[in-house]
């Protein structure tokens, strides 16, 4: 059984940095996908960030192409978002989902099969 488990969210003031981490049991391929997505409170989820686990080729969407970096340790069967220079408006609940691609047609969940439970991201003063 495939399971995702969100770490790392929590508070900071606009221009903090925070690292999100998804650790990923149960998947038995050794190519695959993993996408970050966030929701805010009323807004439908959108697609943040994905990257393929075999060659780390990455995808970002366009508000946060330079302030977030994703990554993977295959080793450790993990996939990092490190979020710099955060803003208000990138508080909302960040999830991770596992797929075999990321379908960028899809912005609301890239085509990901399976997903965690999500860890809280707010930005405030």
């Known amino acids: 059984q495939v399971q995702l488990v969100e770490s790392g969210g929590g508070s900071v003031q606009p221009g903090g940095s925070l690292r999100l981490s998804c650790a990923v049991s149960g998947w038995s391929l050794d190519d695959y996908a993993i996408g970050w997505f966030r929701q805010a409170p009323g807004k439908e989820r959108e697609g943040v960030a994905c990257i393929k686990t075999s060659d780390g080729i990455t995808k970002y969407e366009g508000s946060v192409k330079g302030r977030f970096t994703i990554s993977r340790d295959n080793g450790k069967n993990t996939v990092y978002l490190e979020m710099n220079n955060l803003k208000p408006e990138d508080a909302a609940v960040y999830s991770c989902?596992?797929?075999?691609?990321?379908?960028?047609?899809?912005?609301?969940?890239?085509?990901?099969?399976?997903w965690g439970k999500g860890t809280l991201v707010t930005v405030s003063l």
């Open positions: 989902g596992a797929g075999f691609w990321c379908n960028e047609a899809r912005r609301g969940d890239y085509g990901m099969d399976y």
